[in-house]
């Protein structure tokens, strides 16, 4: 038997495995606004099959919820091939639209009934221990590990199954089209199981904390990797990480569960921005300041070519107009990569190895 703690953790791992899977595409194909659409939209399915039905059961409202969810991307595009709007300005219609009438639904239930607007939009995470999954007059265990543990099975059998025709239609549409992927219909089949997992994740987690996985980890991915099946990993990876360590940045804080897993989510996402060994911001400011090197090396070597192998320092000063602290750091560069030497009498000297980059450059020389 679960503790409270495994529960609420399993759980909120479950979500952001669930939500990962299927975010990673959203993030690729420019989506991701269009998935905060379908989280919450996806409410008009959910309250509408309760107000034509009566019934709660999963398998309904899975179902209404997609068809909600497709509705909504249907809607967006074909008000976006107006050419009157663009497709952000396009969300922005649809979505509160669409959003408004299932919460002025879902408004008039009497109160009595259990499904509410706070409910249906933020659920409760740490309410998962206390709900069973009943079927067949036995109990079967935790309801919310059977019900995200299910649907992530689902969405990685969706992508194992589809993953040469998300992969194609993904990155280059036209071409998915010209050998017969059907990318119109990869794109449906996607939005339908982004909806779907949205709906199941409801009750655990609520709308807010599904957004943040749907895209947050996803997102962070992409910045640590250019492999889809790497980033898929590592989005689901960094979605668990944000899960086990929201729980216990809420439980040290007293605060929200679902909030911290989310806080965290966007912690490790600004870490990736600022330190991601390829599209960090860190790492882009040490190759620029390489290349500048670089580029000044080659500036002075090019010069000093063209200067029949040595110059004064005054000269370069005016040359170049460097401040002291710049010509500073391109001498000394260039005297530890063994470019030019620097006798006692101030002088730069070329080397028979700066004589060579010099001649590679392809810096006109003078």
């Given amino acids: 038997m679960l503790d409270f703690a495994a529960v609420i953790i399993l759980t909120g ?17 420019k989506m991701s606004m269009v998935g905060d659409a379908i989280s919450h939209t996806v409410l008009l399915g959910i309250v509408g099959v309760f107000a034509l039905t009566g019934s709660r059961a999963a398998p309904l409202m899975v179902l209404g919820a997609g068809a909600v ?4 991307v249907i809607l967006i595009e074909a ?8 497709e952000d300005a396009a969300i922005g219609l649809v979505f509160p639209a669409l959003f408004a009438v299932g919460v002025i639904i879902v408004s008039r239930f009497p109160s009595g009934v259990h499904i509410d607007v706070q409910h249906v939009l933020y659920g409760e995470i740490t309410f998962a221990p206390l709900r069973r999954l009943v079927l067949f007059g036995r ?12 649907m992530t099975l689902a969405n990685l059998f ?6 040469k025709e998300l992969k194609l239609s993904t990155f280059d549409p036209g071409f998915a089209a010209a050998v017969g992927f059907a990318p119109v219909v990869v794109h449906y089949a996607l939005t339908a199981m982004v909806s779907a997992t949205t709906v199941v994740a409801f009750d655990s987690v609520g709308a ?10 996803p997102a962070t991915a992409y910045l640590l990797t250019d492999r889809l099946a790497v980033m898929i990993a590592l989005a689901v990876a960094c979605g668990s990480v944000a899960a086990v360590g929201g729980y216990y940045l809420a439980r040290s804080i007293d605060g929200s569960i679902a909030g911290a897993m989310a806080t965290v989510a966007g912690g490790l996402f600004v870490l990736a921005f ?4 390829r599209h960090g911001v860190v ?3 040490v190759r620029l300041a390489t290349l500048r090197r670089a580029f000044a090396q080659r500036l002075l070597v090019s010069h000093l070519e063209g200067q029949h192998g040595t110059a004064e320092l005054p000269a370069l000063r005016q040359r170049f107009r460097w401040s002291p602290r710049a010509e500073r750091a391109v001498v000394h560069a260039a005297v530890a990569d063994g470019l030019i030497e620097r006798p006692a009498n101030g002088h730069l000297v070329l080397t028979e190895r700066g004589r060579v980059v010099a001649r590679q450059s392809g810096m006109p020389v003078e």
């Fill in 208 to 217: 807010i904390l599904v957004v943040a996985m749907l895209i947050v980890p």
């Fill in 69 to 72: 969810g497709l509705l909504t």
């Fill in 79 to 86: 008000v976006t091939r107006t050419g009157r709007v663009r």
């Fill in 158 to 163: 969706f992508v194992l199954l589809l993953y």
């Fill in 139 to 150: 109990e079967w265990g935790y309801e919310s590990l059977w019900v995200l543990g299910g």
């Fill in 13 to 29: 791992v479950l979500t952001a495995a669930s939500c990962a899977i299927v975010g990673t595409f959203l993030v690729l194909r």
């Fill in 283 to 285: 790492a882009r400011v």
């Fill in 274 to 277: 600022l330190a991601s060994p």
